[in-house]
């Protein structure tokens, strides 16, 4: 209601005026108390936010922490492969030396083998040399054996002067 309308009382107007009077006081409480809890919500607001930087800030310490931790450990594993990776051509290269020297063994091993044969057939070959040095000593004996025996029937012989004579 308008208090400036002629058409009201003037109890009406003053009672209108009361309750104005009351409820912009209300108003002004409610204002006021409006008032302090925003400036405590925003008091809770400022030490929520500030709570909330803070485990953000550990979280992100944290988190910078493991990303840290865990470059470490790719560059720990890289340098592991890398070291891995040179140890697998150095197996490699000696592997194919291996190989030249297993062959170089083997045939080694051969020669050793062929030397042991060789050395056998010359073993071989020396007992037989020394069986015809053998057998040629007992024939030159036989044919010693045999002059003597005819020198010796010659002598026996009454024509041996004779033959002797023919002989020269």
């Not at 044919?143 to 033959?163: D, G, I």
Request: charged share 30%; proline share 2%; with cysteine.
């Amino acid at each position: 209601m308008d208090k400036n309308k002629p058409e009201m009382s003037v109890a009406t107007r003053k009672a209108v005026a009361v309750g104005e009077a009351k409820r912009g006081a209300s108003v002004q409480e409610e204002t006021s108390s409006e008032k302090m809890g925003k400036a405590d919500f925003a008091e809770i607001l400022s030490l929520q936010f500030a709570e909330f930087r803070k485990e953000m800030a550990q979280t992100l310490h944290g988190l910078s922490q493991q990303v840290k931790t865990d470059i470490e450990n790719s560059m720990n594993i890289l340098s592991q492969k890398i070291e891995i990776e040179k140890l697998d051509g150095r197996i490699k290269n000696l592997e194919s030396k291996t190989g030249k020297f297993e062959k170089t063994v083997e045939e080694v091993e051969q020669l050793k083998e062929d030397q042991g044969a060789a050395m056998g057939a010359i073993g071989g070959i020396s007992n037989r040399q020394n069986d015809l040095e053998y057998q040629i000593l007992m024939l030159q004996l036989k044919q010693n054996a045999n002059m003597v025996r005819r020198r010796k029937t010659f002598e026996r012989l009454p024509l041996l002067p004779q033959l002797q004579q023919c002989e020269l």
